[in-house]
């Protein structure tokens, strides 16, 4: 099995004469980004490899993360910035073939669009929300059987779970 992971970059700032790479994460980005960590952690969703974008408010989502996670290295992937799906995919069928689970931290449309793509199976709810929107720090968790990164064809994903901050809060005040 091979699990990918699509990690929705946190809130970000829209101040005037930033250009879009450049754009930081607001309070509520800087909250969520140490908080989707903890998660990760705390429910064994360890990567092997993580691929981020470029962009600032990407960076300084796993920046927020990574302690969490035991610092592991990352790799600033160009094709991931504001990519389309079809991108997302060939960076996702590139993955060295003795790693099991994968990170990518990106940008929407292209996040939510590949999710939709892959994910052929998996809890009827996540996927409704899934469908509707893929809100800034979420996490969309997608298993596939396959001994290779190349099976990932659309339809082919079991969506294990789809997480997002929002919900978390909610998760911790019940």
Request: charged content about 30%; hydrophobic content about 40%; aromatic content about 4%.
């Amino acid at each position: 099995m091979r699990r990918l992971m699509l990690l929705r970059h946190a809130k970000s700032d829209r101040s005037p004469g930033v250009r879009d790479i450049d754009r930081p994460l607001n309070p509520r980005g800087f909250k969520a980004a140490p908080q989707m960590g903890a998660y990760l952690a705390a429910q064994d969703l360890l990567p092997e490899r993580i691929v981020v974008s470029p962009s600032l408010r990407t960076r300084s989502t796993w920046d927020g993360m990574s302690a969490a996670l035991g610092n592991p290295e990352i790799e600033i992937v160009d094709a991931i910035y504001e990519a389309p799906d079809s991108a997302l995919l060939k960076v996702i069928r590139a993955t060295p073939a003795e790693i099991r689970t994968l990170l990518m931290i990106g940008h929407n449309p292209g996040l939510q669009d590949i999710a939709l793509d892959l994910v052929g199976d998996g809890p009827r709810e996540a996927r409704g929300r899934l469908s509707v929107e893929f809100p800034t720090a979420a996490l969309a968790v997608i298993d596939i059987e396959g001994d290779a990164w190349t099976d990932f064809r659309p339809g082919k994903g079991r969506l294990e779970r789809f997480v997002t901050p929002k919900g978390l809060d909610r998760d911790e005040a019940a």
